[in-house]
């Protein structure tokens, strides 16, 4: 208490916790916020959840969300789309999921329906230095 009578920590608004970079495990790069002003990417979240997944199909949720720069609770709705569309199946290594891209599903807009999922990754994973994200 304060000489005012108010409790400062009941007078502080909670804030929800958050996991600074860095504290993240070493494996998992930290991403800068997006900034919502003049800011787009030619894919969308639903391909870069894809491309974590097939890159690393044992990641935790939480880490899929660092990296793609989405909450974590944005990934498990797009996951669970993606497996009930056919694009991802999801297995249970005893405690832990394990995620397969379904690469031989094509693409779901007309203008590039002629190409899989498959080709998608291959494009994405060839770029660089190689691998995934």
């Known amino acids: 208490m304060t000489e005012t009578g108010i409790d400062v920590a009941k007078s502080t608004p909670n804030r929800s ?8 495990p070493p494996t998992v790069p930290a991403v800068d916020p997006i900034p919502t002003t003049h800011r787009w990417t030619f894919l969308t979240n639903h391909a870069h959840v894809l491309i974590v997944l097939h890159g690393q199909p044992d990641l935790v949720l939480r880490e899929v969300a660092v990296r793609v720069g989405i909450t974590e609770r944005a ?3 797009i996951v669970q789309e993606l497996e009930e569309e056919g694009f991802l199946r999801r297995e249970k290594v005893g405690r ?13 807009h007309p ?9 998608l990754l291959e494009l994405i994973t060839k770029a660089g230095s190689g691998g995934p994200l």
């Open 96 to 108: 832990q999921n394990h995620y397969h891209v379904i690469t031989d599903q094509p693409l779901r």
């Open 17 to 24: 916790r958050t996991t600074s970079p860095a504290t993240l």
């Open 75 to 77: 990934v498990q709705r």
């Open 111 to 119: 203008i590039e329906a002629h190409r899989d999922i498959g080709d």
